[in-house]
Nanobody
């Protein structure tokens, strides 16, 4: 089993920055693809950014150029640096891990950390 714990959320003004962190349990972090998702009230959960085991990245168009995802396999952590924040970024942010067993994959989720962008 994989356990994920997010931290770093909070209240910031438009144009500000936040850095979210996710710590994964176990010693199989390096074999897991990682991602950050977010869900705003009344909206479906959406992919924000993902990073593969080889550190290839993919971003939602709405955050490209403002957010950066990174991973540290030695610490079993994945971070999301968020700059130039907008009110539209307000949501609960969730850490995701995807582990593969042969041709099957399994998703694991953290409890989420809230981000509010408001003046």
């Amino acid at each position: 089993q994989v356990q994920l714990v997010e931290s770093g959320g909070g209240l910031v003004q438009p144009g500000g920055s936040l850095r979210l962190s996710c710590v994964a349990s176990g010693s199989t972090f390096s074999s897991s693809a990682m991602g950050w998702y977010r869900q705003a009230p009344g909206r479906q959960r959406e992919l924000v950014a993902q990073i593969t085991t080889g550190s290839s990245t993919n971003y939602a168009d709405s955050v490209k150029g403002r957010f950066t995802i990174s991973r540290d396999n030695a610490k079993s952590t994945v971070d999301l640096q968020m700059n130039s924040l907008k009110p539209e970024d307000t949501a609960i942010y969730y850490c995701n891990a995807r582990r593969w067993r042969f041709t099957q994959f399994y998703d694991y989720w953290g409890q989420g950390t809230p981000v509010t962008v408001s003046s």
